[in-house]
């Protein structure tokens, strides 16, 4: 109850649709009801009766109060998926706009498939038991209640004869249901693993094949295929074995009705029409008594969808606006860190340990370091993306979090070492930041970034629609629109995270001598692995295990002949060097 009372505020306001689509349920199981009364009326008054003039009338009227319950089955089941869908229609947006500002630490344990299928299956679990569920749940007492009702009113022996086979049916449809639930479970939880594996594999296409391993994949879809079917041939079986156990027992207390009940016709106890009302009663509870677990099921499976959306919407948006942000149009861009410590919460300690620098107004700030070291983690505190468990990060003289989010992240320009391109077209990936901005302002990023003249060679040009991920481009390409996408922003801070290391020696020269010109004065901070990246930085952290072990500049560095980054230089230049050597005893030869 809880979780419906959680999500009240998405279909209370269409209340007025739920209450429509109850009242004119009123109506049909009313009438659904009436069908035997008539039935009786017809036969005991009409044609026993020997009143066969009544007979057009009788038909007239059976006509008539169809034709009301086909209208009103239509009002019911219209307001009904009103109900259900304009609910969902806000749970869905509120849910999306939820996951657009979830922190990055909910995304670093969140699993696509799994949110895929919460905003998808579980919407519609919810919405099935909004648009019908409940209705088939207020029908079945509604009709059963009814029903009995009438039964009684005819003759309290026959009703109660007719009841006696009704505990039997409860047990196997209760046992139907213990045995169902399960089994549905299985179905979506291999269907989950299956689209999991489709998604995945999808994703992963590049390792797939760059590794060969399409039979291997093939073999583990299939195996999750088969899981499925097997789920559903179990399932078909239960459904199969069950159903004409309930048939069954329905039928058997058809044939008690008909015996007792022919008895007391035959002793004029029971009027012949009454016995006939009473079969078509006995099917209206039967029916909905068959029914019960599929109703049962239903509340239980969106009972478990509601908890699963309300997980989303109560996650915690630790990262948001405070009261007094404020909202600045251009940053200076000046970024100091204090003493700045942060650890993800997870069972490996500190990411970053005592961090303090400070990068004045169009600095360039280079930061090596082995894997894991932290250079990554600086750059998203810088952005925001985590809050530091101790220290301060200061935007020109203001603590970021004094900022609104929008207007600090729409400072920073982020080029990754592998880019996201969404499956638009290029001048809508670059514009992505900056929807407002005319071609020729995305021209002149594009061109500033080196990207204006291979786009121009596509045949479509800044029209062209790129693959998902940005498929149909080189990596280099990919790149330099990620590189226009992040500076037609105008940052005032640019973070470069190992932004060429995906790519060639030539691609690399080229984005290098475009970032040249689109670093000129923006603070930047350059992630890279190679010293050839950040070698010109006004200022090197070299960072070791969360804690900057040298600083300075690469010339100042590489005095220091054991230190950390002299190794790190001996290694790359040495290897170089060695290349050049190989590669001249090559020529000599
Ligand atoms: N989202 C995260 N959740 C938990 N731990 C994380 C997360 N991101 C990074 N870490 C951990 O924090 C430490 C620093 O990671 P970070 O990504 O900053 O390193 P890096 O120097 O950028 O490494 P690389 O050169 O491989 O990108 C590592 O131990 C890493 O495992």
């Given at each position: ?10 279909y ?10 109850i ?68 749970l ?49 007492i ?6 009995l ?222 894997t ?16 530091p ?71 479509d ?6 693959g ?13 629109i ?41 603070t930047?901070?350059i ?20 804690e900057?072990?040298?600083r ?38």
């Amino acid at each position: 109850m809880k979780t419906f009372l959680r999500l009240k505020q998405f279909y209370w306001p269409y209340k007025k649709y739920f209450l429509g689509s109850i009242l004119f349920l009123f109506f049909v199981t009313a009438i659904t009801v009436v069908y035997p009364v008539i039935l009786k009326v017809t036969i005991d008054d009409v044609i026993l009766a020997g009143n066969y003039n009544l007979v057009p009338y009788v038909a007239l009227g059976f006509i008539g109060i169809m034709v009301i319950k086909g209208i009103a089955t239509y009002y019911h089941q219209f307001f009904g998926d009103l109900f259900g869908i304009k609910t969902v229609y806000e749970l869905r947006n509120s849910l999306y706009k939820k996951l657009q500002y979830l922190p990055f630490r909910y995304y670093d344990n969140a699993k696509t498939g799994d949110l895929m299928s919460r905003l998808t299956a579980d919407v519609e679990g919810f919405r099935f038991f909004l648009s019908f569920g409940f209705a088939q749940a207020l029908n079945l007492i509604l009709l059963v209640g009814l029903s009995l009702g009438i039964m009684l009113y005819f003759s309290v022996p026959l009703a109660l004869l007719t009841l006696a086979a009704m505990p039997f049916l409860i047990v196997v449809v209760y046992r139907f249901d213990k045995e169902v639930h399960p089994a549905f479970k299985g179905i979506r939880k291999s269907f989950a693993r299956l689209t999991t594996k489709v998604q995945e594999n999808i994703s992963g296409m590049n390792t797939v094949k760059s590794l060969s391993r399409e039979d291997y994949e093939i073999d583990k879809f299939v195996n999750n295929n088969g899981d499925y079917k097997d789920n559903y041939i179990l399932t078909s079986n239960i459904w199969a074995r069950y159903f004409p156990l309930m048939e069954l027992i329905g039928q058997i207390c058809v044939v008690m009705l008909l015996g007792f009940g022919g008895f007391m016709v035959i002793n004029n106890q029971l009027a012949p029409g009454e016995l006939v009302a009473f079969f078509s009663l006995v099917w209206y509870i039967i029916g909905p008594l068959m029914n019960l677990g599929f109703i049962i099921n239903t509340f239980s499976q969106s009972k478990a969808s509601g908890e699963r959306l309300v997980e989303i919407l109560d996650e915690n948006e630790d990262i948001k606006d405070t009261e007094k942000a404020i909202t600045v149009e251009e940053l200076q861009g000046h970024v100091q860190f204090r003493h700045v410590t942060h650890s993800y919460g997870t069972e490996d300690g500190e990411a970053l340990k005592d961090i303090s620098f400070d990068a004045p107004v169009g600095r360039v700030i280079g930061l090596i370091g082995a894997t894991g070291a932290g250079k990554t983690t600086i750059t998203q505190l810088i952005s925001r993306f985590y809050e530091p468990n101790h220290g301060e990060i200061l935007i020109d003289g203001r603590d970021i979090s004094e900022y609104s989010i929008q207007s600090l992240r729409k400072n920073i320009g982020v080029v990754l070492q592998e880019s996201f391109l969404f499956s638009c077209s290029i001048r809508d990936n670059i514009s992505y930041g900056f929807p407002e901005a005319t071609l020729e302002q995305i021209q002149d990023a594009a061109k500033r970034s080196d990207a204006h003249e291979f786009i121009m060679e596509l045949p479509d040009g800044y029209d062209t629609i790129l693959g998902e991920r940005g498929m149909g481009l080189s990596g280099g390409q990919k790149q330099r629109i990620a590189i226009a996408r992040s500076i037609l922003i105008n940052p005032s801070i640019l973070i470069l995270d190992d932004a060429t290391s995906a790519v060639d020696m030539e691609t690399e020269a080229k984005i290098q001598a475009a970032f040249q010109e689109v670093m000129k004065g923006r603070t930047t901070f350059i992630i890279a692995h190679r010293i050839s990246s950040l070698m010109h930085a006004d200022e090197i952290l070299v960072l070791e295990d969360g804690e900057v072990r040298e600083r300075g500049t690469h010339e100042e560095l590489l005095v220091n002949k054991t230190g950390l980054y002299r190794r790190i230089y001996d290694i790359q230049f040495k290897d170089r060097e060695t290349l050049v050597e190989v590669e001249s005893k090559k020529v000599i030869i």
